[in-house]
């Protein structure tokens, strides 16, 4: 990859790992079924300038809804249920090892003897987190956030079998679906009608945090990812969201004091060690295939 590549892609990663700080901070002003609903609709704007992807409805929507409303729905419960951004960034990435689990389920795609050393250390690692629950972290908080990382996982399974698309738009039509089971999760817990009133009441940083994830961490970082994907093989690239969960426990430190005992420490480096080696061993899951026009 030429340097300024290297520097994007390293750029991106670091983005997605602050994005978990932002959560925190958004949090405090907005519901998790606003901060869904706000983040995509952010997200979706650029929708009036880019034509939709050559795919059906059926697998936008299922795509949408395993990829983002799943994931982000699920993670941001689990912050309201305990769950430390630091852990949090850690504990989302481990969707790279429930994502080789489904594909070789489904899609027949066996992992080599790396991958699954990788897959064993990180559930190794995810049994000594839960080990260390406290004050500080809930089983239920942790419990949400591997859902949320399941969840991406089905998606990244249905996502690998679109081919080659256009990422930048792929990402922006997606962005339609979230906004909808947001509004309806808002509406069952009572809360919808205080909508606007919460967005008039909320705190500039819960605003400017809601702004860097509708904007930055989805539109402009999936808008580089998307060129690097299409420029670059999937696997020089994808590696560098190793740097999202470095980036999110050393910003949690810094800016909330998030620190880690000895055990959910030692749990955190086995998550990290296990699923590098899935990442960097062999082909990636992910891996391009020729285009599908027919999808449903």
Known sequence: MRPLDI??????????????????????????????????????LPMFFIKKPNISWSALITLGTLLFVGQFMFLFFAYDAGIPPGLASLATHTQAIFTIIIAAAVLKEIPNTRQIIGIILAFVGLGVIFQSVDATLTYLGLILTLCGAISW??????????????????????????????????????????????????????????????????????AIWGRLLSTYPAVMVTPFALF??????????????????????????????????????????LSPKPVNKDID
Do not use: H
């Not at 925190?24 to 901060?35: G, K």
């Not at 909330?256 to 955190?268: A, I, Q, V």
């Open 244 to 285: 999202a969960p470095c980036a999110g426990v050393i910003a949690s430190y810094f800016i909330f004091g998030e620190s880690f005992g000895l055990t959910r420490g030692t749990g955190m480096v086995l998550i990290f060690m296990g699923v590098s080696i899935t990442l960097l061993s062999g082909r990636r899951y």
């Open 7 to 44: 520097f994007a892609a390293t750029t991106v990663a670091v983005i997605w790992g602050l994005a978990f700080i932002a959560i925190e901070y958004a949090l405090q002003s907005f519901t998790a079924p606003d901060l869904l609903a706000l983040r995509f609709i952010i997200a979706a």
């Open 153 to 222: 996982a089905f998606g990244n399974t249905v996502l690998k079998k679109l081919g080659r698309v256009d990422m930048l738009a792929l990402m922006i039509w997606l962005s339609l679906v979230p906004p909808f089971p947001a509004f309806a999760a808002s509406a069952m817990m009572g809360e919808l009608g205080g909508f606007v009133d919460r967005i008039q009441d909320a705190s500039m940083i819960s605003i400017l945090s809601v702004l860097y994830l509708g904007l930055i961490a989805t539109t402009v970082a999936f």
